[in-house]
Structures are given as structure tokens and as C-alpha cells.
């Protein structure tokens, strides 16, 4: 018999008003210079009334557009170099028009608004007896298929309704900071289970100490490649190294900017073609402190990374790749607390069976085993985790997805034991949750998808997306839920 599950009446659908102001490069380098040469030949006056038309045009569609301008200016001083000028030189008038040149508008939200993840919020004051506040998690999805991460602050009321605060005008870029210290053991290692040829790392990393930071790793492979001559192998090592660095770096907004406005766009190489499915959760340490943690895909365009954000209060935020043998493939979800002293998460590190890898680092994992096969014939094609598991007094409420004929994605939901997580205790033998007809159509028909639940009031609120193109909620009663389970 099928369990009872509640549809809400709200929906989030893709806004193409939601737009940032992202670096533009028009053309190669060459063409870049050509434009450069025109807006510096321009006189101050000219170049004063063009920048104020744009600014009249984009100040108030962004905030700080002005800095924007300073900073993309920055970004091409490599080619304004090459004209033999000096960029401090430039009046503040020059340097923010030649940055409007390589800026463009991108919608992050224009295309899809799906696989929500959803986590209590820091702040749990003032709330009505029975409510709780929560942050949701969204994959935004704009011209090109790039993703975002982007946020909604809401309440979830007695009655396990949702209440949204409306969102704001302005979308806010945070500063890229590259201030990681890379430890030089983990930093080769990862290299190494990235296939790249061990013999050829060392002309960068035999130059570095123990520790070093992004600037120093730059300054040896400038170093090498002034004194070597490299072939095209040493020089897709070299690229491998930059990129594995780049994978690494810290963001924060504004104190000003509501979370609504916060959106983590890609800003390294690894994944300049989205961020994909980030999986939050609230981490509570053994000593009570708290921690918001989310696997996430990153994607090139050619290879994927799986990688890890941290934060505490959703301003500062820390990136960094996954290591290990076993931190491989999509699909990676932490358990809310360690066990038996040990961090666990669960994965599908082949694409098609249910994982758990157990460690002493957050960071880096080598151990795997696999809990969880295809059973059912909605779920024969493969299965998968779909947010990190909820803990309960009957054990941890793992939410999965199955995929089955036509391609059709549906919910399910699985019991493990509290102690020993790799113990099955049940399953659902039919789907939780399917695509109905609302559900079926849109950017991938049959899909329904969630990267988190939460409980609350005794019951399980999903948030999850319709068809890869917007998203929704629904909740279902623990009590029914649990008598459902076909239990081993």
C-alpha cells in the first residue's frame, strides 16, 4: 500500500531576473588588446561620460557595480601591460570603464531551480511555539547549463507549512580568497590518484616546503617554466597542478546581503561548468560546536571533482577537493555526526549501488563499503543517496532515489542502524515519492530529486525538484513511514 504523502502548495521556478555581473572575455587575448587600445585612447571626458552612462544603465541592478568593474579591470592588467602602460597609472575613470568591457550580465536562475537540500538555520530565535527557521539550498541553472548554489531563508510552522521570505533585488559575488595552506603530502598524494605521472611532479613540488600557500606554488611554476623547455606532457602536469590548486580557496559576502542574495558561483577551473547537487548538513562535533557541511560535484566540462564546503554562518565559506581513493564519482552525503568516533558518508562511487565510507579525516577517504543494491524493479537501472541520513529514534532515515523503466527517477527511503550504519534494517518496497503529472514535465521529464529532508513535528519534510526545472515540498508522517518498511 502506498504511504501517504502530502504535496505543499509552493513552488520555486526558475527567475530570469536573478542576474550577476561575471567576467567577460570577448575573443582571444588578442582581442581583448584591441579593445583595451580603444577605451585608452579615448579622452578623459569621453571616458568619463561613457562610464556614467553605464553606471546609470547597471548601478542599481548591482550592488557595488563600481568594484566589479575595478576588479575585472585588474583581471586583464596582463594585457594592458603588454601595451606599455601602467595600469596605476590610469585614472579611476579608465581603469572602471576598460572593466565594463569585460563584464556581462548572466542569469543564474534562467533556466532550472531544482535538487533542494534543506538544513536548520543558525539562528533559531523568535520563532512562534512549533515553528523552525531553515535554509534551503537550491541548484541554480542558467544560459549554458552552469550551475550555482544559491540560497532561501523560510520557517516551517506547527502545521509543517512553509512560509518564504521574499527575495531581494540585488545577487551578490563574494570575493575569491585564496588563503589555503596546502600541505605538501596530501597535495601530492591527490595528484597521484589523479593519474598524473609522479617522475614529472617534482619539477614544481621539490622546490615547495612542507607547507605553502597559493602564491608560492605560482612562483615555482614560473620558476619552471622560465628555466625549462617542456614538452606537451610536462606541460599538462603543470596544468593539472594549477588546476588541483585552484580546486582550493575560501568566499565571503557582505554582512549586508540577505542570504537570499548570496549565490556561490564557480570560480575555479575544476568547476567552471557547474556546481552541482551541493548536499548541506548540520554537523554536530563531538564537543557540541556546529558545522554546515555540503558535498557537491564539481564539474569542468570534461571531468568531475567532488568537494567539500564548510561554513558556519553562511557568510565565510571554505572550498576544498575530497581526497582519497574512494572519493570518486557524484553522489556523496555526510552523516550529521561522527560514529564510533568516526566520520561516515555515504557515496555511489560506481555509479550505481549505495556506498558507505567510513574515516578519522573529513577529508580524505579510503575506506568503502558497499550497504545497498538495486532491488526492486523501480530501481534496477541504479540507486543512490539523496541527502545526508536524518537521525531518529529507530535509526538513521536514509532518503534514496531509484532509477527504473523510461528512465524515471523516483523517491525511497531506507533504515540503518543507528551503531553500525552499514546494517540495512528496511526499505521501502515501492517508491515514497513519484513524479505525478505535474511533475513528469519539464528540462528532464520523470524526475523527482532531493539532495536533503529534515524532521520536524514527527514528520519528514522533502524539499525536492520536479523534472530537473523547479522545485516543491512534501511531507510524510515518520510514524507510517516506518510501519511501510520492509524490514530484514
Known amino acids: 500500500m502506498a504511504i501517504n504523502v502530502v504535496r505543499k502548495d509552493i513552488r520555486f521556478y526558475p527567475d530570469a531576473k536573478r542576474v550577476i555581473a561575471r567576467f567577460f572575455m570577448p575573443g582571444r587575448e588578442e582581442r581583448a588588446k584591441v579593445i ?33 568593474f575595478e576588479k575585472h579591470c585588474e583581471q586583464v592588467g596582463h594585457v594592458i601591460k603588454r601595451l606599455d602602460v601602467d595600469v596605476e ?7 572602471l570603464l576598460i572593466g565594463s568591457y569585460f563584464t556581462m550580465e548572466y542569469s543564474i536562475e534562467s533556466a532550472a531551480f531544482f535538487n533542494p ?5 543558525p539562528d533559531q530565535t523568535a520563532l512562534i511555539e512549533g515553528g523552525k527557521r531553515v535554509i534551503v539550498s537550491f541548484r541554480a541553472t542558467g544560459e549554458g547549463h552552469i550551475s ?22 540585488l ?20 595528484l597521484r590518484e589523479m593519474k598524473i605521472q609522479t617522475d614529472l611532479i617534482g619539477m614544481v613540488m621539490d622546490q615547495l616546503g612542507d607547507k605553502f600557500i597559493y602564491g608560492e606554488l605560482q612562483a615555482s611554476i614560473a620558476e619552471c617554466m622560465r628555466n625549462t623547455n617542456l614538452n606537451s606532457v610536462q606541460k599538462k602536469v603543470i596544468n593539472d597542478i594549477n588546476w588541483l590548486a585552484n580546486s582550493h580557496y575560501e568566499i565571503e559576502f557582505s554582512m549586508d546581503t540577505a542570504l537570499s542574495e548570496r549565490v556561490i558561483y564557480p570560480i575555479s577551473y575544476t568547476e567552471s561548468n557547474g556546481i552541482e547537487d551541493a548536499r548541506f548538513v548540520r554537523f554536530v562535533d563531538n564537543d557540541g560546536s556546529v558545522t554546515y557541511y555540503a558535498t557537491y560535484t564539481a564539474y569542468s566540462g570534461f571531468t568531475i571533482l567532488p568537494k567539500l564546503i564548510e561554513t558556519r554562518d553562511f557568510y565565510h565559506f571554505k572550498i576544498m577537493p575530497l581526497n582519497g581513493e574512494y572519493a570518486q564519482n557524484k553522489g556523496m552525503a555526510l552523516f550529521p555526526r561522527k560514529i564510533n568516533d568516526k566520520y561516515v558518508m555515504m557515496s ?43 537521525e531518529t529514534e529507530k535509526g538513521w532515515l536514509l532518503l534514496t532515489h531509484g532509477v527504473g523503466p523510461m528512465r524515471r527517477y523516483c523517491l525511497g527511503a531506507t533504515l540503518l542502524d543507528l551503531n553500525d550504519p552499514t546494517k540495512v534494517l528496511g526499505r521501502t518496497k515501492e517508491p515514497l515519492l513519484s513524479p505525478n503529472e505535474e511533475e513528469r514535465e ?10 536533503g529532508a529534515i524532521v520536524h513535528n514527527d514528520e519528514l519534510v522533502i524539499p525536492y525538484a520536479m523534472a530537473d526545472y523547479a522545485s516543491t515540498f512534501a511531507t510524510v508522517s515518520l510514524d507510517e513511514l516506518f510501519s511501510k518498511l520492509v524490514y530484514f
Open 36 to 68: 583595451i587600445e580603444k577605451a585608452l585612447a579615448l579622452t578623459e571626458e569621453d571616458a568619463r561620460f561613457t562610464l556614467n552612462q553605464v553606471l546609470t544603465n547597471f548601478s542599481q541592478r548591482h550592488r557595488n557595480i563600481s568594484r566589479v
Open 117 to 121: 537540500s534543506i538544513v536548520e538555520d
Open 148 to 169: 550555482s548554489i544559491v540560497f532561501r531563508s523560510g520557517i516551517i510552522d506547527k502545521n509543517n507549512d512553509l512560509h518564504f521570505k521574499d527575495t531581494g533585488d
Open 171 to 190: 545577487v551578490d559575488i563574494p570575493e575569491a580568497v585564496k588563503r589555503h595552506v596546502y600541505d605538501k603530502k596530501a597535495f601530492i598524494e591527490k
Open 442 to 451: 519539464g528540462y528532464v521529464p520523470n524526475v523527482v530529486y532531493t539532495c
Open 89 to 95: 597609472k590610469l585614472t579611476q575613470e579608465k581603469k
Open 348 to 390: 555511489r562511487l560506481d555509479g550505481v549501488n549505495n556506498y558507505i565510507m567510513i574515516s578519522d579525516d573529513i577529508h580524505v577517504w579510503q575506506d568503502a563499503m558497499i550497504i545497498q543494491e538495486p532491488m526492486y524493479p523501480w530501481e534496477f537501472i541504479q540507486i543512490g543517496n539523496c541527502g545526508s541520513p536524518v
